[in-house]
C-alpha cells in the first residue's frame, strides 16, 4: 500500500503530457516575423508605397495569425450549404455559410477592398490604384491564414480587370461601379466559370451555346446561355465571367465568346441558371464550389463575341500569377510552422533542429519557400512595369507567369508534406493547421491549368513563339551585373546556368518529339531564374549593412537544383554545412561571411 505521500502524487491533477506539444504559429503577427519578406519589400516597393502600406501590413500580419486563423479553421470545419428550393417550394437555390466565413469575407472585401485596390484610388487611403506588388502583398499575407476564400478575391480582382479592358462602355457603366464598391448594400463579386465535362484543359470543347437577344435599352449587348459547367468555384457570385459558344461559331477556341453572366437582373429577379450540386471537395472547403445548368440565362457581351477565349487567357494568366504568390504564402506558412516545432518539440534529450537528419528536411522546406518568395516578388514588380508600357517587362512576364505558376505550386505539395511530417501525429489532426495546409496545396496544380499545361504553355509558347526565355536571360544577366558584393566567380556559375537552362528550353521548344522534357525544362528555367534573385537580393542587402543569407540559398538552389549528383557519395561539404546553420539560425547573415561561403 502507497503512504501517504505517495498516494497524493498519484491523485494529483496530471497535465498528461501536454507541454510536450509543441506550440504553433497562432497568435503571432506574420508580418513582423517575416524578416525575409520586409527585407524584399526594400527591395522591390517604391519607398513611398511602402511607408504608405506599412501600418495596413501590420495590420493584415496581425489578423493572419490572429483573428482570421481562427476564422479559416472554423469555416474549413463548417463547409458551404447549399439549399434547392426556399420553404414556399421555389426554385430559389442558395448557399449557407458559416458566419466565420462572412466575418473574412467582411475582412477581405470590406475592409481591406483586395478585389478593388489595384482598379481605383481610395482603398486604405491610396492615392491612385495599388501597383501589383502591394496587392501581391497583402495576399501573400491573408493567405497565410485562410486559402479557400482567396479564390473569389482573386476572380473578382481578375474579372475587374477583364471587364474593365474588353467591356464595352455601357456594360462598364452598368456593373463597374459594383464590382469595384467595398459597400456590401451593392457590392458585386465576381467569378470565372470555364470548366465543363467535355473541356477542362480543352477549352476548345466547350459545349456551352450563346443565343443573341440583342441590345437593351442600356446599350449593354445581351445574350441567352444555355448549358452546363462542371466546376464552378464561388458558385453564387454576383457576376460570372465564362466562355460560351455563340450559335453558328466555328468549332474549336476560336468561336468562343466571352460573357459576363449576373446572379440577379436589373429587376432583382433571379437569372436563368440553377446550382446543381456543391463539390464535396478535398480542400479549399470554406468556399462554395458547384455545378451550374444554365437554361437561357441573361449575359452579357464582353468585348468581340470571336474573341472570348483570348480575352478569357489574359485573365487565367493573372490567376496563376496570383497561384504563384498563394503557393509562396502557403509555404511560408508551413516553414513559420516547422521552424517553430523543430525549436520546441524535445526528443531524446533534445530538441528536434539539434538532429542533423531533421535540420536537412527543414532546408527542403525553406529553400523552395524562398525561392517562391523572390519570384512573387519579382513578378509583381515586373508586372508593374509591364503595365506602364514597358516593352520589355511584358515580354518578360509573359513567360515568369507560367514559370512561377508551375513550379511553386508544385514545390507547395512537397513542402506542406514535409511540414506535416516535422509537426508529427498531430499533423495528420484537422484541429492544427498543417492538414489544411496539405490539403489546399493540391489544388494549385490543377486550377488554371494542370503543371503539364503550363509547362507545354511556358516551352511551346512563351518560348518556342515569344522568346521569353531569352528575355529572361538578359534582365537576370543585367540584374547580376548590376548587384555590388556578389563574387565574380559566383556571378559566371549563375549566368552560365541561365544560359544553359535557356539553352535547353530552346531545343525542346524546337522538337515536337521533345515534349516529354516540357516539364525539366521549365523546372530548369525557374531554379535557373531564383538562384540569380537570391544572390542579387542576398549581396544587395548584405551591402546595406543587412542579411546576406539569401545568398548562401543561391548556391543552395545551384548545388542542389541545377547540378548533378552522385546519389551513392559519402563526400560532405563544410560550406554547406556551416551554410545551413547560418540558416536555421535567426542571427543576420554578414556579407563577408556570406560571400566567402559562397567562393569556397
Known amino acids: 500500500m502507497p503512504d501517504d505521500s505517495a498516494r497524493a502524487r498519484l491523485e494529483a491533477p496530471r497535465p498528461f503530457g501536454a507541454h510536450y506539444i509543441a506550440p504553433d504559429c497562432r497568435g503571432r503577427n506574420f508580418y513582423r516575423i517575416d524578416g525575409g519578406f520586409r527585407d524584399l519589400l526594400g527591395l522591390y516597393m517604391e519607398p513611398d508605397w511602402r511607408a504608405r502600406m506599412e501600418p495596413h501590413f501590420d495590420r493584415m500580419g496581425e489578423l493572419a495569425g490572429g483573428r482570421l486563423d481562427e476564422l479559416a479553421m472554423t469555416a474549413d470545419h463548417n463547409q458551404p450549404v447549399l439549399h434547392a428550393r426556399d420553404r414556399f417550394g421555389r426554385d430559389e437555390d442558395w448557399i449557407e455559410y458559416h458566419p466565420a466565413y462572412r466575418e473574412m469575407e467582411r475582412i477581405a472585401f470590406d475592409e481591406f477592398g483586395m478585389h478593388a485596390m489595384s482598379h481605383r484610388p481610395g482603398v486604405l487611403g491610396m492615392p491612385s490604384a495599388a501597383p501589383p506588388l502591394v496587392k501581391y502583398a497583402f495576399t501573400y499575407l491573408f493567405v497565410q491564414a485562410e486559402f479557400g476564400l482567396m479564390c473569389p478575391i482573386s476572380l473578382s480582382d481578375t474579372s475587374n480587370f477583364t471587364i474593365k479592358r474588353y467591356g464595352s462602355a455601357a456594360l462598364k457603366a452598368l456593373l463597374m461601379d459594383r464590382l469595384l464598391s467595398q459597400d456590401p448594400a451593392i457590392m458585386l463579386k465576381a467569378a470565372q466559370f470555364m470548366t465543363e465535362k467535355a473541356g477542362g484543359s480543352d477549352v476548345g470543347a466547350t459545349e456551352t451555346e450563346a443565343e443573341h437577344v440583342g441590345i437593351g435599352p442600356d446599350g449593354v449587348d445581351r445574350w441567352k446561355i444555355h448549358g452546363d459547367k462542371w466546376f464552378c468555384s464561388h458558385a453564387d457570385a454576383g457576376v460570372a465571367v465564362m466562355l460560351a459558344r455563340p450559335r453558328g461559331a466555328p468549332a474549336g477556341t476560336k468561336g468562343l465568346g466571352l460573357f459576363a453572366v449576373p446572379r440577379h437582373l436589373d429587376d432583382g429577379s433571379r437569372n436563368g441558371y440553377r446550382v446543381v450540386r456543391l463539390k464535396d471537395k478535398m480542400g479549399t472547403r470554406s468556399m462554395a464550389s458547384g455545378e451550374i445548368r444554365f437554361e437561357g440565362a441573361t449575359g452579357y457581351l464582353v468585348g468581340d463575341a470571336g474573341a472570348g477565349f483570348r480575352q478569357m487567357m489574359d485573365q487565367v494568366n493573372l490567376s496563376r500569377l496570383s497561384h504563384g504568390v498563394r503557393a509562396a504564402s502557403m509555404m511560408r506558412r508551413c516553414l513559420n510552422e516547422a521552424m517553430t516545432v523543430a525549436r520546441h518539440r524535445r526528443a531524446f534529450g533534445r530538441t528536434l533542429d539539434a538532429f542533423p537528419l531533421l535540420r536537412r528536411q527543414l532546408m527542403k522546406i ?115 551585373g548590376g548587384t555590388p558584393g556578389l563574387p565574380g566567380q559566383f556571378r559566371g556559375v549563375l549566368s552560365a546556368a541561365t544560359g544553359r537552362a535557356a539553352d535547353f528550353a530552346e531545343k525542346v521548344a524546337a522538337d515536337p518529339t521533345q515534349e516529354k522534357r516540357c516539364r525539366m525544362a521549365a523546372g530548369a528555367l525557374y531554379h535557373a531564374a531564383t538562384a540569380s534573385l537570391l544572390a542579387s537580393e542576398g549581396a544587395r542587402l548584405g551591402a546595406a549593412g543587412g542579411d546576406a543569407r539569401r545568398l548562401l540559398m543561391a548556391r543552395l538552389v545551384v548545388e542542389h537544383k541545377l547540378t548533378p549528383h552522385d546519389p551513392f557519395s559519402l563526400s560532405t561539404s563544410a560550406w554547406e554545412d556551416e551554410a545551413i546553420d547560418l540558416l536555421l539560425s535567426d542571427a543576420p547573415v554578414p556579407l563577408p561571411r556570406a560571400q566567402a561561403l559562397v567562393s569556397a
Open 366 to 480: 525553406m529553400l523552395p519557400t524562398e525561392q517562391a518568395l523572390s519570384m512573387a516578388m519579382w513578378s509583381a514588380a515586373t508586372m508593374g512595369a509591364a503595365n506602364g508600357g514597358d516593352r520589355g517587362a511584358q515580354a518578360l512576364l509573359r513567360i515568369l507567369t507560367p514559370v512561377f505558376k508551375f513550379r511553386a505550386c508544385r514545390d507547395n505539395i512537397r513542402v506542406a508534406s514535409h511540414a506535416l511530417e516535422v509537426r508529427g501525429g498531430v499533423g495528420y489532426i484537422e484541429e492544427w493547421a498543417e492538414a489544411r495546409l496539405a490539403r489546399d496545396a493540391q489544388i494549385g496544380t490543377l486550377w488554371e491549368g494542370t503543371s503539364n499545361i503550363n509547362a507545354l504553355d511556358v516551352v511551346t509558347r512563351a518560348v518556342g513563339k515569344s522568346d521569353g526565355h531569352r528575355a529572361m536571360q538578359e534582365a537576370l544577366d543585367t540584374m547580376l
